[in-house]
């Protein structure tokens, strides 16, 4: 009778000790979440505030994101999408960065979007954020290559995979290797069939000063013929 009341009570100890250890986490990730909202909603107030009119006003709202979702890491250090949107943000706040630092910034980036993958390997829009850090520093490299084919591998139809692969080849067009070359083709060819979505691409090019090449490449293919029709191409592809 003893020995079962013993048992008993130890069956209610261990009981209440996961229940405090499963309240624990979760408390946790709701924290964390909180504080993933607040830097979530900061970055979208960003779009109110010019970086060039209002530098200072940018920045302390880039900073107050940045910190917020590293305490969302800290509370939940695996989640991959925390990694993911810091990297982000430190890819927003690298136009103030200094020239002797970026290197350092562009590898904790890196290291942040890497971690991101390994949590999380199904995410294609990851992969494709790391093919872009890593061509910034490396060029047109295998390695690139090999996220690049990750990220096509879980998210073959992403519209996401394929502007960053057009944005990594036209960044690099003059050295652009044979295999960057076709699969600039192939991405190009799926973004058309995007419809509106595909006008992204002339901004990416725009801003790469790529926007010759990006409208020569349009001149071949029955894939671009709805495309060429449009107001947007007219005016841009004159």
Not at 26 to 39: D, E
Not at 55 to 71: D, F
Not at 207 to 232: D, E, H, V, W
Request: charged share 20%.
């Amino acid at each position: 009778m003893i020995e079962k009341l013993v048992i008993k009570r130890l069956h209610l100890t261990l009981l209440a000790i996961v229940t405090l250890i499963i309240c624990y986490f979760s408390l946790q990730s709701m924290r964390a979440n909180a504080w993933y909202f607040s830097s979530l909603n900061t970055v979208q107030e960003l779009s109110n505030i010019s970086p060039i009119d209002a530098p200072e006003a940018y920045n302390n709202e880039l900073n107050t994101a940045q910190n917020a979702i590293k305490l969302a890491i800290q509370l939940e250090p695996e989640h991959a999408h925390y990694l993911h949107f810091l990297a982000y943000i430190k890819l927003l706040a690298l136009a103030n960065t200094k020239q002797t630092e970026l290197d350092t910034e562009y590898k904790e980036i890196q290291s942040l979007l890497l971690h991101s993958t390994q949590v999380r390997s199904s995410w294609a829009e990851t992969w494709i954020e790391l093919a872009k850090v890593t061509s910034y520093q490396e060029g047109p490299s295998k390695q690139v290559l090999n996220y690049i084919d990750q990220a096509k591998k879980v998210g073959p139809y992403k519209l996401d995979v394929h502007l960053g692969i057009i944005e990594i080849s036209l960044a690099n067009w003059q050295q652009l290797p044979p295999e960057y070359k076709a699969l600039y083709v192939n991405s190009l060819s799926m973004a058309a069939q995007y419809g509106y979505r595909f006008n992204r691409i002339y901004t990416i090019a725009k801003q790469l000063n790529q926007l010759p090449t990006l409208c020569m490449s349009l001149q071949f293919g029955a894939a671009y013929k709805k495309l060429k029709q449009r107001y947007i191409y007219k005016q841009t592809c004159k």
